[in-house]
Every structure is written in structure tokens, then in C-alpha cells.
């Protein structure tokens, strides 16, 4: 499997533009095809050797960790090392040094000290997605990646995987250290690239999962699109157990999608709409289940949303397969239903399913068979969005909006706030094989600080991402991100101040 280097060296050549006082420079070209071979754009002239100068880092990407903040008499959760306690917590230069009751005394008199007061706030670990799209490189008008931590910090977050369906494709090492290298400019939130599976998302020759590891990839998948060769996605598993990998599925059989726009069902035939089966993502679940089990390596299903999967990936763990998952606050939260009046917020792939797959996520997500929740942020501009429904784009935004929606649901279906934490935090890390944020003494500062009494409606949010497509604009987000930290730096502190 060598790297075609005649096919990626001019995709990569046109990637590479100039980077200006921290600004992503790029000559123009069309809009491209993913899936064909990229033609390099035309040279442009190159400027004064004089001012070929590094690009010079954000402020966020520089900035010293603060030399000491104080959160006192705040309620600290972490139920990876079974804290709860209302307490202290003591940051220096970016570091968790003292946790506790009282563990401030003596320190807030310090010169160098700020200190906020946490009484009747949350802090919690900082969150990881382990599913986003930040659209960086080729489609900029939706997202980037500045853009994209940016709003992942403002919801919480302290890492953000990103999938790999960029224009080109992030299926050579460039790509991805293309992508790390942006996100090392801009600061905030880590970023860690998911990798291609295939060759351009084909689903055919393997990429060379090696080179994206040693680059920074912590997965690969052809997110968007079905590995649907039961041989490719056993020489696919084979491969990247070699580098502890997780394989994360899309699980679509595209011969049963093929044409269709949403769920299938009374609201698809009432509305007129091609329906999407539940059986196009359980069959593919179970056939990857059992090819993981033959060969013994790790396998991640992304975004389920049936029933049926939920059996399936369920029975799988009880019978010790290395197999983990995923659900999106959408469809734990959203019903079929809200396609009503064609409102392309809603169309999203996999679809929005029945109440009854919805029961059936939620419980569980409650007792641990969904192992994480990720955001599948996945923003459009209004020209996606804005047309007849079966010709929108699929997918909605999220990383905003995840904890404010979904910590409503804690208390109904067994589900409680230590489990929405795991489910945040801590799981999704252990998947994608990353130290999990943690408060504790010695622990590098990842922190998220909640009010959780605080409400805003969602069309009122202050929104850092560039795009606005989601159907919870009327909704009403109950748990007010204050600070978030990330790599011991303040990543978010919300408007007026944290305290």
C-alpha cells in the first residue's frame, strides 16, 4: 500500500498556500470533487522573498496559562476518580496543584490570584467530541477550524476530533498535519484528526494508516460514506489494530438508502419522501461486529439511531467484542416528527428516527451500552439549507448547543449526571486513546464551569461558529457554560465574566 505520491503531491501543493500574520492564505480554485483526482490551480505570483515570513500565532495559541486561579465553594464532579464534593479548587500555571475543602486558604490573598466564587456552580472536566466536522480544508464558507474551536470551547470542550470528508479528503499524512498545524496557530481546544479509511473515501485501497498515526490521526473512518465491502473493512481492522486505531463506521447500506431523505415510515409516506430504513444501518452494524470479533480489533459505530443497533452493539459487549459506539443529542432529543413542514434543520444522516428508538438510546445511554456522545456538528451555509428538502444537505450544528440540551434529560431514563459526564469526557477520550481531562491534583487544568440554574434561549446565544443551521433555534438551553480551560488556558470565559 505506497503512497501514491504523483496523485497527492499536487493536491497537497495546492493545500499548502501562505499563512500571513496568522491568517489561512490560499490561492481560489472551483469548487472541487472529493472523490476526483485534484488538479494543482494555476501559480500565482510569488511576493517579496522579504515577506515570506511564519505565520504569527494567536494570542490564544501564546498566551501563558494563568499563575494562579482560584474556583472556591464550587460543587467538583469527576466520576472517573469518584469525586463530588463541594469544595476548592486551586490552579497554578496550568496545572490542578490543590483540591478540596479549603484547599484556597492562604492562596486568594495572593497578588497574582483571581479568584471566582463557584457557590451553586458546576465544575466539571472539560469535554471531548469525538465527532466533528470543521469543514478546514475546502469549505471555509461554512467553518474552520479557528471558527470550530472556538465554538468547541464555548460549549464546554477541550477536544475535538475531526472527520476526515474535508475537500480533499484527509487521507495522507499531509492532510493531516495540514490540520494540526492550523490548530496549533489558532489555540483553544486540541485537535485530533480522524483519518480516512479508503483512498478518497472509495472505499477501496487503504490509506496508509501508519503515516496518519505517526501524523496525529487518532481514528480512521470514511465518515459520510458506508465502507460497504465486508473484505475491505476486515483488511481495514486487520490493518489499524497494528496501530491501536479505532475503525469508526458509518454504518449506511447505500443500496437500501439510495434516494432517500429522511426515516422511512408514516411521516416519510404522509410527506411524500423516499424513506430511510432502520435495517440500512443495523445490517452493516452486525456485519462489522461479527468481522471484529474474527479479528479481534477495536470497532466504533458512529451516530447510531435505531433500536436495532442498540440490540445488536449490546449483545456484542456481553460476549467481550472490542466494539464501542456513539449517539448525537439530536437523536436522543428529536423524533421523525419534526421533519413536519419539510424543515431541512431536521435533515440529518443517519436520519431522525421513531419514539421508540429514541426510548430505546436513551436507556441506553443510561446504563453504558452507548459508550459516548458526540456533537456530528456539521455546519451549512443557507445555500444547503435554504431549498427544496431533498436536495439540503444532511447534518446540524452542535458543539454549542450539546450540554445545554441534553443535561435536561438527566433524571428520565435512569440516566444520571455522573453518566452524562462519562459520556462527555472521560469515554470518549479512553476510545480515541487520549489522556482524559480529570480533576485531581497534578492533572493538567481541562475544566468546564457550568451554572446550572442558567437558561438562554438558543437564538440568543452568542454562537462563534459561522454557521446557524439547527431546528433548536427556539429551544431553550438550561446549564450556562461560564470557563472552559483547555491545555490549562482559558479557552471561554462567557460574556461578563465567570463569576
Known sequence: MAVEVERSAPRVAGLLGLAFSGSWVRPPWPELDPNTPFAAPALHPWPNPALLVCAVLSTAAVSAPPDLLIIRDVRALDPSTNLDIQGDVVIERGRITRVGRGAAAGLADSSVARVIEGQGKLLLPAFVDMHAHLREPGQEYKEDIRSGLAAAAAGGYAHVCVMPNTRPVNDTRAVTELMKSRAAEVGGPSLHPIGAITMGQHGKELTEMAELREAGAVGVSDDGVCVMSASVMRRALEYAKNFDLPVIQHAEDHELTAGADMHEGAISAKLGLRGWPRIAEDVIIARDVIIAEYVKARYHAA???????????????????????????????????????YDTGCKVNPPLREEADIDALRRA????????????????????????????KPGMIGLELCFGLLYKLVGQSGLTLARLIDALSTRPARIIGIEAPRIREGSLAEIVLIDPEATIAVDRLPFKSKSRNTPFMKHELKGKIMLTLARGQVAFEAEGGAS
Request: hydrophobic share 40%; glycine share 6%.
Open 303 to 341: 451516530h447510531i439511531s435505531t433500536l436495532g443497533a442498540v440490540r445488536i452493539i449490546r449483545e456484542a459487549k456481553s460476549r467481550g467484542i472490542d466494539v464501542s459506539c456513539e449517539v448525537t443529542p439530536h437523536h436522543l432529543l428529536l423524533s421523525h416528527e419534526a421533519v413536519l413542514g
Open 365 to 392: 445511554l443510561a446504563d453504558g451500552t452507548i459508550d459516548a456522545i458526540a456533537t456530528d456538528h456539521a455546519p451549512h451555509s443557507s445555500i444547503e439549507k435554504d431549498c427544496e428538502f431533498s436536495e439540503a
